[in-house]
């Protein structure tokens, strides 16, 4: 692999959202997919949904390919199977030689940032639902890219 450090700091973003996301969706309930607090506001399985497109059109965007993706969510426990084979996809892209089509800062602005905000809604739902995530030591975590 090219030694590029920004690339090493994306694959990094990257493993913080599988972190963060498995946090967020652990031992969640699976009535708490269809969860609405508003009819206008997305289901947990909507953002997770949502979270797998933004990966998923991340890939394409480093390939040099723009695709919207706007994917109907699955099933809860499909859509966390697609959540982890996103992350594991977009990570083995990011470890190989291949050239980034986007800056990194790019990626972690838009699209990268955007999956780790709509992770922290998951978590604000799981209160919200009575169902809250367990403490977390997010800074003291091994968050290590490749390992999900």
């Known amino acids: 692999?090219?030694?590029?450090?920004?690339?090493?700091?994306?694959?990094?973003?990257?493993?913080?959202?599988?972190?963060?996301?498995?946090?967020?969706?652990?031992?969640?309930?699976?009535d708490f997919a269809g969860l609405r607090v508003t009819p206008e506001t997305r289901s947990p399985a909507e953002i997770l949904a949502h979270i797998g497109d933004l990966l998923v059109g991340s890939h394409f965007l480093l390939i040099g390919e723009f695709v919207e993706i706007r994917s109907e969510p699955l099933p809860w426990r499909d859509e966390v199977e697609r959540f982890y084979s996103a992350v594991r996809e977009l990570d083995s892209f990011l470890a190989s030689d291949v050239p980034?089509?986007?800056?990194?800062?790019?990626?972690?602005?838009?699209p990268?940032?955007?999956?780790?905000?709509h992770v922290g809604q998951i978590v604000i739902?799981?209160?919200i639902a009575g169902?809250?995530?367990?403490?977390?030591?997010?800074f003291s975590a091994e968050v290590i890219p490749g390992r999900f």
């Open 125 to 127: 739902l799981r209160r």
């Open 100 to 110: 980034l089509a986007h800056p990194a800062e790019k990626m972690i602005q838009g």
């Open 112 to 117: 990268i940032g955007d999956a780790l905000t």
């Open 1 to 30: 692999m090219i030694n590029d450090p920004k690339r090493e700091l994306l694959r990094h973003m990257v493993a913080t959202i599988a972190f963060r996301g498995r946090v967020a969706i652990r031992e969640a309930p699976d």
């Open 131 to 138: 169902c809250p995530i367990a403490e977390e030591a997010y």
